[in-house]
């Protein structure tokens, strides 16, 4: 197909940028590519195109991602209205661990590591615990919101024991990757945005050394005591992620810590049970859907044991969480079928071909980081990024000999900058609603930092590509 190959993610990253509708976008760009393969016939395009939709479905892989991804609603959905979320705030508090400006840090950082089932649970659990803790010590609603995102996509993203690497790992096999599991862990350790993102933020909470705006941020608290600036607007939500306990139940860590560690201590049993006893070669997409249902059914039976809700409203709000998340779950569908497209128009080893020409190979990793960063930051989606770019940088591995490890961490890296920073990102308005903070205010105290990350990520990648 030639140039024309080029068009369909193309015309989907233009549009996305422009309209701000990713979904709408990769459609659109979905519809175009099997209109050029239809020689022209947008009727025949649009016929094709739904059933390249609907094909994605063929694949066991990508039906249980998508399952799951709409499942973890219903997850986060029974850990808060089982007063579990509540009761691990209040187990915390009740400890008496957290006395000066640094402990609290700390606490959030570390809450942020250890809940990496789901970036959603991250950044609303940390907020939820931190939010009374720093109000009190007088930390500023923006830093609060820094340390939940900071450690909710760059940390979720270097675990491939989750909803995250099952992704990854699907888009991978797309490519026709044999070993997608075992791409995706050697490409963590040069996934250098995300670990030096995590590593900033655990500096700042350290130090106690902030700069830009943030540093302005904190002076106000520390001296007038304003956790928020004054007219500043915090974000108030009253979407699936932000459920109150049910009426008169008794708040219970227990209610949320057993179903996330039953969903983390599935995924390696999963991966050898698949794998035939093999923990490398098990598949990552059948063990993360085990494991969430696992977890699912596990906080349905504990709260039905302890009388919290009959069966009748654990259906009821499963659903409801299943319902909250589909938005996530449709994006994938078309994630998917967007890179079954640009297979079908060669859009990758064209560009690869084109590009090998002119570009010497250890440049490739560097640019396909801009390029991800750039449509993430716009776009406001790290999962729709990969989506586009991993379709067109991985065949440029093999017919360029560039580094396929160093190349997936800077496609992966690209699409957490956007999801981390982006003002239009679930993540980042996610952080500012759980730490109640003005969400502008929270974008623009983050950013620096996350630039910062963003531009030792590229000199590491320019310099690794260049000597390997």
């Not at 859907?289 to 809700?309: E, K």
Request: aromatic share 10%; hydrophobic share 55%; proline share 5%.
């Amino acid at each position: 197909m030639g140039w024309l190959s080029i068009l369909p993610p193309l015309i989907a990253i233009i549009l996305a940028i422009w309209t701000k509708q990713v979904f709408i976008s990769l459609f659109f760009g979905i519809w175009l590519g099997w209109t050029i393969l239809g020689n022209g016939n947008p009727l025949a395009g649009l016929a094709e195109a739904l059933e390249c939709c609907i094909r994605v479905f063929r694949d066991g892989g990508n039906t249980k991602v998508i399952a799951f991804s709409a499942m973890v609603g219903a997850l986060i959905a029974f850990t808060q209205y089982s007063g579990g979320v509540q009761g691990f705030i209040d187990w915390i508090l009740g400890k008496g661990l957290v006395k000066s400006r640094r402990s609290a840090g700390l606490l959030a950082f570390l809450i942020g590591l250890a809940i990496f089932v789901e970036s959603s649970i991250t950044c609303l659990v940390t907020g939820a615990i931190s939010r009374p803790i720093f109000d009190k010590l007088k930390i500023s609603r923006e830093k609060l919101a820094y340390i939940c995102d900071s450690t909710s996509a760059p940390v979720c993203i270097m675990i491939p024991l989750n909803g995250w690497g099952a992704f990854v790992m699907g888009l991978l096999a797309a490519q026709s990757i044999e070993q997608p599991f075992i791409t995706l862990l050697r490409s963590l350790a040069f996934n250098f945005y995300a670990i030096l993102a995590i590593a900033v933020v655990l500096l700042v909470v350290l130090t106690g050394k902030d700069i830009g705006p943030m540093a302005a941020a904190e002076k106000r608290a520390r001296q007038e005591g304003k956790v928020l600036r004054d007219g500043a607007e915090p974000v108030v939500s009253t979407e699936i992620i932000a459920i109150d306990p049910k009426p008169g139940v008794p708040y219970r860590a227990i209610n949320m810590l057993l179903p996330i560690a039953v969903m983390v201590l599935m995924m390696p049993v999963g991966l050898l049970i698949t794998g035939n006893g093999d923990f490398m070669k098990g598949s990552g997409s059948t063990s993360v859907f085990w494991a969430v249902l696992a977890a699912i059914l596990t906080g349905g039976l504990l709260y039905r044991l302890q009388g919290i809700m009959k069966l009748r409203e654990l259906v009821d709000l499963f659903f409801k969480g299943l319902g909250g998340l589909m938005p996530l779950a449709l994006l994938m569908m078309l994630a998917f079928a967007i890179g079954d497209t640009c297979k079908e128009l060669g859009t990758g080893p064209f560009v690869a071909n084109l590009a090998r020409a002119w570009l010497n190979p250890g440049f490739v990793p560097a640019i396909l980081f801009v390029v991800s960063c750039f449509i993430a930051f716009s776009t406001g989606t790290s999962w729709g990024t990969f989506a586009i770019m991993i379709p067109i940088g991985i065949p440029m591995v093999g017919l360029m000999d560039a580094n396929l490890y160093l190349t997936t961490a800077a496609i992966l890296g690209g699409g957490v900058f956007g999801d981390h920073c982006s003002p239009i990102s679930d993540t980042t308005i996610i952080a500012s609603m759980a730490s109640a903070s003005d969400h502008i205010d929270h974008v623009r105290t983050q950013l620096p930092y996350a630039l910062l990350a963003a531009a030792a990520a590229l000199m590491l990648y320019l310099t690794i590509g260049i000597l390997s």
